[in-house]
């Protein structure tokens, strides 16, 4: 049995140390506020953020820290949290720890993925990143689930595969780092798209052609940032971005549609009550199109409802009527 923990006590955190007790681990699930946690010491349910899902034994709910001194680490906040959360736990992990990030976006204002800031934080420690279609509404269920888990070295990738797989949680290697984490992060973009055009009462037809030529644009950055095109028709490239732009558990997905039918953003971040990644990710992703130069029209657009106040619907009619186009061009494709 490996001693696991997992930091970050939301509905995903809860979910992943629900898989990790189901493959036999002793795992820590870390909080940080006390009421929480003593309510899932005594419930053994994460009334909160993840109803419904009742916890085995052996997780163990707590805020104490030097639990962190395990041989796995979990980290499973979102990602504006991530390089915060790495200084607060650094003090307490074994120095031959596998650090495993579970949270998908880029993060503000350096555009680096999270492995990156990761690698800044806690230097010389083995790191992953776990991606993939997962609402945590069902892995928490033991529901059917595939994923990807992805490092710099094949070692690390596999070590992981054998801590967290079961019969109802399929891990796949992939080694392209770049490429897992950023299928993962900006498919959340899309899924905004997606729930606008939804909430804007358009039907299927559009829906198709935001995550087809979604897809596209995620390829065309990701090749541009060294990654291999074939990820993005994988588990954490099309997988992800199909789940997400169609699930009830998407709260990206959500969210948009309530963009869509006219609230601002801020009343809809209110509601949704949770973080909705693909809202930083878009001021991300369309700042780092824009440095590096590569063409990311829908990105562009969704960037321009969410931060500048354009209407949806002009937005929609910017995309449509775009200059004529072949649809395979070249991936990397350095225009405006």
């Known amino acids: 049995m490996v001693k696991t923990a997992v930091y970050g006590s939301g509905s995903w955190g809860t979910a992943i140390a629900s898989v990790l007790a189901?493959?036999?681990?002793?795992?820590?699930?870390?909080?940080?506020?006390?009421?929480?946690?003593?309510l899932m010491r005594r419930k053994r349910e994460n009334v909160h953020y993840l109803p419904g899902v009742f916890l085995p034994d052996n997780i163990l709910p707590t805020t104490d820290l030097t639990k962190l001194e395990a041989d796995?680490?979990?980290?499973?906040?979102?990602?504006?949290?991530?390089?915060?959360?790495a200084r607060r736990i650094k003090p307490y992990l074994k120095q031959d720890c596998i650090?495993?990030?579970?949270?998908?976006?880029?993060?503000?204002?350096?555009?680096?993925?999270?492995?990156?800031?990761?690698?800044?934080?806690?230097?010389?420690?083995p790191l992953a990143v776990l991606s993939g279609p997962s609402h945590a509404e069902e892995v928490g269920r033991n529901m059917p689930t595939a994923v990807v888990v992805s490092a710099s070295d094949k070692q690390t990738a596999e070590r992981v595969q054998?801590?967290?797989?079961?019969?109802?949680?399929?891990v796949y290697v992939n080694l392209d780092l770049v490429g897992v984490e950023l299928g993962g992060a900006l498919k959340n973009i899309i899924a905004l798209c997606s729930g606008a055009a939804e909430g804007m009462n358009t039907r299927d037809n559009a829906k198709a052609a935001l995550m087809t030529r979604g897809l596209a644009e995620i390829t065309r950055l990701g090749v541009a940032l060294g990654a291999d095109p074939l990820t993005f028709s994988g588990l954490s490239g099309l997988g992800d971005l199909i789940v997400t732009c169609t699930s009830q558990h998407s709260r990206n997905l959500r969210a948009g549609r309530a963009l869509g039918a006219g609230k601002p953003l801020d009343q809809v971040l209110k509601e949704v009550g949770m973080v909705v990644?693909?809202?930083?990710?878009?001021?991300?992703?369309?700042?780092?199109?824009?440095?590096?130069?590569?063409?990311?029209?829908?990105?562009?657009?969704a960037f321009k409802v969410l931060f500048e106040g354009a209407n949806p619907d002009k937005a929609i009619a910017n995309l449509m009527m775009r200059g004529k186009k072949h649809e395979y061009e070249p991936l990397v494709s350095f225009e405006s």
């Not at 189901?22 to 003593?38: F, K, N, P, V, W």
């Not at 796995?72 to 959360?85: D, M, N, Q, W, Y």
């Open 22 to 38: 189901g493959a036999g681990h002793h795992t820590y699930l870390i909080g940080r506020h006390s009421d929480e946690i003593e």
């Open 72 to 85: 796995a680490v979990f980290i499973c906040v979102p990602s504006h949290a991530v390089r915060e959360g």
């Open 99 to 125: 650090i495993v990030n579970t949270a998908k976006g880029l993060e503000e204002g350096t555009h680096l993925r999270l492995s990156e800031v990761l690698a800044e934080e806690l230097p010389l420690m």
């Open 162 to 170: 054998d801590l967290i797989m079961t019969p109802m949680f399929r």
């Open 277 to 301: 990644e693909g809202v930083r990710t878009t001021k991300s992703a369309y700042e780092l199109s824009r440095k590096i130069g590569i063409s990311m029209p829908i990105t562009e657009q």
